[in-house]
């Protein structure tokens, strides 16, 4: 069955304390990777999307990476507000038109 | 920017009531995506419209139906409500030319069943 798994479960961080979340996969014919960020209560919000191993994209403090199993979120120097759950997803390799398989996601405390 | 919308943000009902959400996506995102979110669970696929055709269905109840109108708009109609559907039902749009994983999801409706 495919599979999102995503790790740690939590994290704790304080402010300026870097760290990654890791995102792995055995979505066979993996069609991309998908961040996204969850904040309580709201709709996931997209990050990034991931194609092909060794991509990179990065938006402010973020940066995420795709290897051949595995997708990181690489957070540098982290403030309050980067607080959320950040979700990894995949897409269902037999649906052609966007069906995404979740992971439970890494709910990301930073603290001052 | 424009973003999705959902109706209504909250909504209490009472077992073996009918419920409808509404769901109006970006202008010109031609795929509308409904999604089911139970609490400390991650969103799950229920089923998906492009261009006003169902084009996905996934672990969605036989007491639930949706479609997608000439507007573009979606609804999703829930019918001998049960405890056990109340979550958050969120609604994510997309536009076809931006790859099938970048979904723009509503702030949600928030259904509790009594």
């Known amino acids: 069955e495919d599979q999102v798994t995503q790790s740690p479960e939590a994290l704790r961080l304080q402010e300026g304390e870097s760290s990654s979340l890791n995102c792995s996969y055995t979505?066979?014919?993996?069609?991309?990777l998908f961040w996204y960020r969850q904040d309580p209560g709201k709709g996931p919000e997209f990050l990034f999307t991931?194609?092909?191993a060794g991509e990179e994209k990065e938006k402010e403090r973020l940066k995420a990476t795709l290897t051949k199993k595995e997708s990181f979120l690489h957070i540098t120097a982290p403030k309050p507000e980067d607080s959320a759950t950040y979700l990894c997803?995949?897409?269902?390799?037999?649906?052609?038109?966007?069906?995404?398989?979740f992971g439970r996601g890494t709910q990301l405390t930073v603290w001052p | 920017a424009a973003g999705v919308i959902q109706s209504p943000r909250h909504l209490i009902k009472e077992k073996r009531e009918t419920a409808t959400l509404k769901c109006y996506p970006i202008?010109?995102?031609?795929?509308v995506y409904w999604y089911q979110q139970g609490p400390g669970q991650d969103p799950q696929f229920l089923i998906s419209?492009?261009?006003?055709?169902?084009?996905d269905k996934g672990s969605i109840p036989d007491r639930f139906s949706a479609q997608q109108f000439s507007d573009y708009h979606s609804e999703l109609n829930m019918s001998s409500l049960e405890l056990g559907d109340s979550a958050l039902y969120f609604c994510?749009?997309?536009?076809?030319?931006?790859?099938?994983?970048?979904?723009?999801f509503g702030p949600g409706t928030r259904l509790t069943v009594t």
């Open positions: 994510a749009s997309s536009p076809r030319d931006r790859g099938l994983g970048e979904q723009y």
């Open positions: 979505v066979s014919g993996l069609r991309g």
């Open positions: 991931l194609y092909s």
């Open positions: 997803a995949g897409p269902d390799r037999g649906s052609t038109l966007g069906r995404l398989y």
């Open positions: 202008p010109r995102h031609d795929t």
């Open positions: 419209f492009y261009e006003k055709m169902q084009s």
